[in-house]
């Protein structure tokens, strides 16, 4: 089962050293952290970003303004100096990813934040954060697209593109809130998955979960689980910076910590040296893949929400997940019975739980700010089970879809 | 190159790992290598201290070769990769090798906004007026009126003066060398690697097998007699009336200047923000 409590750790993933534990403040930056007020605020999603970067043990930011993810660089260019951390606007997107990978080489944990004109840019540098396995986190606050579009207004336009969106096989890790806490909890995950999995993690945010404000009141930080990458313990001339185990996460040495890596985005061996060498370039391509499939209990999140009786589910993520989760109330008032399935965890896709949904629902209803990205996963998993009917509501004018709009579509639907 | 003995090159090469290198013959790239070697062994530098980045390109594939922290990144970002290295660990000596291509034409916007911010980077832009890798495309640099193959009937672009172009955007170190002036690029490596803020090196090269094919150079010696000839150092030029400096590579430092550097800069930046308690 793929069910989780979404503000539970992971039951398999063990603690790290820097976790539970109500440490003394060591460093400049817990002692700052330890003595914020952690009271109930009103906070925006783009805050709550920035605050669970911080909270992760980010030290290093670099991008590039852009409507609607600015805030995230401004709060984080007020807060990382005072932790030492480093902030740079740089002068484009691509740069940004350049710099968050080359700081992440070189030890930092590192973030940029974008939205979709700035999302495409950075494609190439995260195939590259990808195929060198840097951990690396980029935020993209989705707003309408094509191109310029609303930058203002909502759109769900970037699922598939935060799957599909860099050249070449290579699986993605893509965490989805619907909720200003959870903004602050999953960027939280973002930065624990980059570093557990050596890899460039997307959160994906809804332009209007960027900017609504809600009552938030963060953990106590002894309460908030920071993952780092495993350092190397070998002598240099034995270390692989890419080396074989069952669950594919191997250590990872920094730039100037004697160990003398080679990092290239051509196709390399385990040594991470470049090669032409068909079985080489296999059990690299082999290894990305592994690297996400194995490990998937541990990846994939869900909600489900008053699924257990339901004869209806609606399949929804981020800010059309709220709607759907009020609709759902609407419905069950009049004697409906409609449920809600919710992705945390975008991709790697919930399969096992939508196969199962599908088997226990008759209707499948999928709400979504796009002309069908979603749906397109729900149909993939469909196909043997012809009986369950799908409703599509899908909508790009930048208007959110509304808790009425969905019952309405249901009822007609049914 | 006289003063460190060639044994110490081989000390510094990934001897067991992915040799032969990929250059043809007559290549300017391995001179290139040879006296970044040279200079960086002549210096007390800890080579574990010591990030060699890249982009994409011939020259770029110089960092595979090379027992120090080595980073082969996209085409035209070696610049941004070096960036977020040096600005986390500033005490790290980063040395961006790079060519005409990757950083004047993709990368262009990244050499500027370096040279503008100051930053604490060595860029050696080995320029061969092509791109080799590719098979022989026009680059920025490619002379107006030569051949590539894709300007089979001359190039009616004008060329980019690299040089001015980091000079103009800010780099507190540019100086302009040749691959047959070894010692001199050695030299000129060494001081730039010491200079505290952002230094681009362009140094000429030769690209025998597709520019000098393309455009009937003869083979490497010639244009290797090409540049020994065709140069003269700065402190000539100036004498010289500008009708005899035309067409001719000015080879010296042309700007060698202290600004404050970048992450320097930044580290001042985060003292006094953590002095005044975190308040703005």
Known sequence: ???????????????????????????????????????????????????????????????????????????????????????????????????????????????????????????????????????????????????????????????????????????????????????????????????????????????????????????????????????????????????????????????GEGYRFHVTGLTHDQLGFPTNKAVEAADMMDRLRKKIVYNIRDLVQIESYEMEDARIAIFAAGITARAAKAAVAMARQEGIKVGLLRPLTIWPFPDDAVRKMLRDVDIVVVPELNQGQLVREIQRLVKDRSDSKLIKIQRVNGKLISPADILRKMKEGI | MANVPQKIIHEYLR??????????????????????????????????????????????????????????????????????????????????????????????????????????????????????????????????????????????????????????????YVARTTAYHTQETQNIVKEAIEHPGFALIEVVSACPVIYGRLNKKGGAPEMMKEMRDNSIPLAAAEKLPPEKVEGKIIRGVLRKDLRPEYTAQYADLVKRVQAMGGDK
């Open chain 1, 1 to 255: 089962m793929q069910k989780k409590q979404i503000t539970k750790p992971a039951p398999k993933a063990k603690p790290t050293k820097t976790a539970a534990k109500p440490a003394k403040p060591e460093t400049k930056i817990d002692e700052l952290q330890s003595t914020r007020e952690r009271k109930t605020v009103l906070m925006q999603g783009n805050e709550a970003v920035a605050y669970g970067a911080l909270d992760a043990g980010c030290n290093f930011f670099a991008g590039y303004p852009i409507t609607p993810s600015t805030e995230i660089a401004e709060i984080l260019a007020a807060e990382l100096p005072k932790r030492g951390g480093v902030f740079v606007q740089m002068e484009d997107e691509i740069a940004s990813i350049c710099a968050i990978t080359g700081a992440s080489l070189a030890g930092a944990k590192a973030l940029t934040a974008t939205s979709g004109p700035g999302f495409s840019l950075m494609q190439e540098g995260i195939g590259f954060a990808k195929i060198t396995e840097t951990p690396c986190v980029v935020v993209n606050v989705q707003r309408v697209g094509p191109s310029t579009g609303m930058p203002t207004s909502c759109a769900q336009g970037e699922i598939q593109q935060s799957r599909w969106g860099s050249h070449g096989d290579s699986p993605a890790i893509v965490l989805y809130p619907d909720s200003v806490k959870e903004c602050y909890e999953l960027t939280i995950r973002a930065v624990n998955l980059s570093e557990k999995y050596r890899t460039c993690v997307i959160l994906l945010l809804d332009e209007v979960l960027g900017h609504m404000r809600e009552a938030v009141r963060l953990p106590d930080l002894a309460n908030v689980r920071v993952i780092s990458r495993i350092k190397p313990t070998v002598p240099p001339h034995w270390y692989k910076h890419y080396d074989e185990n069952q669950k594919y996460l191997s250590p990872l040495a920094s730039y």
């Open chain 2, 15 to 172: 001897h067991d790992k992915k040799f032969p290198h990929v250059w043809c013959a007559g290549c300017s790239n391995g001179i290139v290598l040879g006296t970044i070697i040279r200079a960086l062994a002549s210096m007390d530098i800890d080579r574990d201290d010591i990030v060699m980045v890249s982009g994409i390109g011939c020259s770029s594939r110089m960092p595979v070769y090379v027992d120090f922290n080595t980073l082969h990144t996209l085409h035209g970002r070696s610049i941004a990769y070096a960036t977020g290295i040096k600005l986390h660990k500033p005490h790290l000596k980063v040395i961006v090798v790079t060519g005409d291509g990757d950083c004047t034409a993709i990368g262009g916007n990244h050499l500027i906004h370096a040279a503008r911010r100051n930053i604490d980077l060595t860029v050696i832009l080995v320029n061969n007026n092509i791109y080799g890798m590719t098979g022989g495309q026009c680059s920025p640099t490619t002379p107006h009126e030569a051949i590539a193959t894709t300007a089979p009937y001359g190039n009616i672009e004008p060329d980019f003066n690299i040089c001015e172009l980091a000079l103009g955007a800010g780099a507190s």
